[in-house]
Each structure stands twice: as C-alpha cells, then as structure tokens.
C-alpha cells in the first residue's frame, strides 16, 4: 500500500530553462527576474497595447532601416512520444489548414455531410480525429476468406489532433518551439476529460515509471467543456486568445537600430522597463537588444536594437 507520495517525483523531468521558454512560446508571455528575487511575468500583448515611453531627446543621428520579415510562424508543441494516442495515430498535417471545412461533433454528424468535396478534412470534436475526404480501398472476405479489394469515395482517418498551427503563408517558416503540449481528451456525460495512453497510466501494464512530457491541463470544472481551448488549432485556442495580436507583429516585424546618449538615470529607467514600449519623433518601437559604452568617469553612447511598431 502506497502511504504517501513524493511530488516532486510526479513531474516531468524538464530543465528550467526549458520549462520557462516552454511556457513563453505557449502562452506568449515574458518572465523577468528582478532584484529583489521576484519575478515579473508580463504579456506581450500588454506591450502593444501599452502606453510607450518619450526617448526622442535622448537620440543622436539616424535610424538604421534593417529589412523587413515576411515569415510564416509555425508554432510546434513537442508531443510525448511515449503516449500511444500521438505515437500511432499522429501526422502533423497543419499546412494544410485551408483543407479544413466546420468541425463537427460526431462521427456520425461526420457521414451525414451531404455533398464533401476530395481532399476536405474535417475534425471530429468528440474524440479529437481528423478525417479526410478521398478515395481509399475497402476489402472485404467472403464466407472463404477470399479477399476483395474496391475502391471507394468516403472519410478516412488521417489523423490525431491537437495539430501544430501555422499563421501566415509566406513560404520561409519560422517555429516556435515549445516543450509543452496538450493532453487529448475524452467525451463522457457531455464534458471533455483529459487522457492519455501511456504504459504507467494502464493498469493491464504495470510499470513502476514511465516517462511522460509536460502537458497542459484543464482543472477547472467550468473548463471541462472546452478542453480544445488549450490547442493550438481551435477556433477558441491558444493562438486565437493569446497569439493573434503578436504574431501580426512577430511575422512583419521591421529591424531598426538607433544611437541615444542617455543620463545614468534615463538608462537606468531604461533598464527596469526594458520590455516596454518606446518612442522617437519617427514611431514606436520595441527593444531587444542594448549596449552602451561606459568610462572611467562618463556614459558613452547607448546602442539599441529593436522592431519598429
């Protein structure tokens, strides 16, 4: 009889920096470590938003025009390849997002679609599969085990979801990579639970440890409805609620570089409020990268390097 558990051995063995960057690259925020040991976790698309802070007096000679992105984002979480749910029935299908027609509910409201067309995918929302349109090959035996093979329009299963999610259709791609996922789920009296098949979670298959990735979870029983807001590819997902806004930026976004010559306490200003945004008399801008110069008894030029709002 097991009398008490060890939490810290329930985890997921993960590095710190990687569970950071992990929930940076999936909930689009910023952690910044203080002096005073805590730590600010900031939203980016706060700093959008934001109210940006006057550096126009403070800046000598020109700004440097670098050149402009046009990328397409491709935002990857890293599925556990230990949980059979992803390992036998996954294929990132996410570029072809304009295949996709309305979800529906079930496979049966699946079959009822009057008039598909070859090539549509559609996603089953009660258990997260993906099907496609097309022609496939039905066998069938007879009472002598003589096999025929027809060929035939109908749905076919291409996959598991959630699916990775690509915004923008400019051909270089750029990822963001991220070691969290999202669990799958199950449909039971009318609300999703998470699930998952792994040999440690199979009583048929006793194992005293399994490895297991990092997953986001739905604990709130309000939330158990809508388990698909914690992927990427849903309408009411992870990118429609918290990339949208970012990624308009993130895939266009214009390098500028500029010299200021700042008083110790501008740049110290600066420094505290370095994921804010900031301005000159020819726009905002957003910082992220700074130098200055220092000197036995002066301030040199403080070089900055950032993305033109």
């Avoid at 496939?136 to 096999?147: G, H, I, P, T, Y």
């Avoid at 979870?217 to 309000?222: K, V, Y």
Wanted: one cysteine or more; glycine letters at 6%.
């Amino acid at each position: 009889m097991v009398t008490q558990f060890n939490y810290a051995s329930l985890l997921p063995r993960c590095s710190y920096k990687d569970f950071l960057l992990g929930l940076q690259n999936t909930l689009n925020i910023i952690f910044r470590f203080r002096n005073d040991g805590k730590v600010d976790i900031i939203d980016r698309n706060e700093i959008l938003s934001g109210v940006a802070i006057d550096l126009s007096k403070y800046k000598v000679g020109q700004w440097v025009i670098g050149e402009q992105k046009d990328v397409s984002l491709k935002f990857v979480p890293e599925y556990d390849d230990n949980d059979a749910r992803y390992n036998s029935g996954f294929t990132d299908i996410s570029d072809r997002a304009a295949d996709y027609g309305a979800p529906v509910d079930s496979y049966t409201d699946l079959l009822a679609i009057s008039s598909p067309t070859i090539g549509e995918l559609r996603r089953v929302i009660d258990t997260g599969k993906i099907y496609e349109y097309k022609w496939k090959v039905v066998r069938q035996e007879d009472q002598f085990l003589n096999e025929t093979q027809l060929d035939a329009l109908g749905w076919q299963f291409v996959s598991n979801g959630p699916q990775p999610y690509i915004y923008g259709t400019a051909s270089e791609e750029e990822e963001i990579k991220s070691v969290i996922s999202a669990l799958q789920h199950d449909k039971f009296a009318g609300f999703f639970f998470p699930a998952v098949n792994q040999r440690g979670n199979l009583s048929s298959m006793k194992n005293v440890y399994e490895d297991f990735s990092l997953r986001l979870i739905a604990t709130d029983p309000l939330l158990l409805g809508s388990q698909s807001g914690l992927y990427w590819d849903d309408a009411n997902g992870l990118f429609a609620t918290r990339w949208s806004k970012w990624s308009r930026f993130l895939a266009n976004r214009l390098p500028v570089e500029a010299s200021f010559q700042f008083p110790l306490n501008v740049l110290l200003h600066v420094n505290e409020n370095i994921f804010s945004k900031f301005s000159t008399t020819e726009g905002e801008f957003i910082i992220d990268e700074i130098t200055t110069v220092f000197g036995m008894n002066h301030i040199g030029e403080t070089t900055i390097k950032g993305y033109k709002v």
